[in-house]
């Protein structure tokens, strides 16, 4: 599996908007980007995915590369509640069984009130 | 819509005896859940992929027949650990997939102690 890069740890002030990067420089053709997030003492949560072109949803934007070898997860407005790890995980095309995910280690957000 | 329950939350349980874990998908039909692990201050490891109607797919290193994995229909699959001792002490978390889509959805975790 291709593997990925992120910082251990960042911290933002509340209602800044957040950066995390992430580093996938072995990333295939048919990899999608996806973002999880998960809050304290909690299952992971959906965040947002893409493949080439740069994605909107209402949690975040996606920004990806040219070349595709890194990507940036964007949080508008931090909030406190937006304290989490946030994991970049790259999968391959759907199947009906497979295509399992694997986790990183992910980036430990901070938010600063 | 993309539910997924596990059940229970949390479960205080004796050595050498074994433990539960249901998970369920409650507005969709899930053929493949997978099940991860995560000890405190670390990152989610998969476990094993359940698939329904057939044997589970154990990650390396993972003891199958620690980890009892069924999954006898589209909306259940149950882990069970087998002679549970502290060292399997841990948050266990499962996931299925969204129908169409390349988007996992996950239980809200089930924390295990073992005494």
């Known amino acids: 599996d291709a593997k990925t890069t992120q910082p251990n740890s960042m911290e933002s002030n509340e209602e800044e908007p957040v950066h995390l990067p992430c580093n996938h420089s072995?990333?295939?053709?048919?990899?999608?980007i996806h973002w999880y997030r998960q809050l304290p003492s909690q299952g992971p949560e959906y965040v947002i995915h893409g493949l080439t072109s740069n994605v909107n949803n209402r949690m975040a934007s996606l920004a990806i590369a040219e070349d595709r070898k890194s990507s940036t997860l964007i949080l508008h407005r931090a909030t406190l509640r937006d304290a989490a790890v946030y994991y970049c995980i790259l999968r391959d095309l759907p199947s009906n069984t497979g295509n399992q995910f694997y986790f990183g280690t992910g980036t430990s957000l901070t938010v600063i009130p | 819509g993309a539910v997924v329950s596990q059940h229970p939350s949390w479960v205080i349980c004796k050595s050498g005896t074994s433990v539960k874990i249901e998970c369920r998908s409650l507005?969709?039909?899930?053929?493949?859940m997978f099940w991860y692990r995560q000890f405190p201050k670390q990152s989610l490891m998969l476990m094993a992929t359940s698939n329904e109607g057939s044997k589970a797919t154990y990650e390396q290193g993972v003891e199958k027949d620690k980890f009892l994995i069924n999954h006898a229909s589209l909306t259940l699959s149950t882990l069970t650990v087998t002679s549970a001792h502290p060292e399997d002490s841990s948050f266990y978390i499962c996931?299925?997939?969204?129908?169409?889509?390349?988007?996992?959805?996950f239980g809200a975790g089930s924390r295990l102690t073992v005494l």
């Open positions: 507005d969709f039909q899930a053929t493949t």
């Open positions: 996931s299925a997939r969204w129908p169409g889509a390349n988007v996992l959805t």
């Open positions: 072995t990333i295939s053709g048919t990899d999608y």
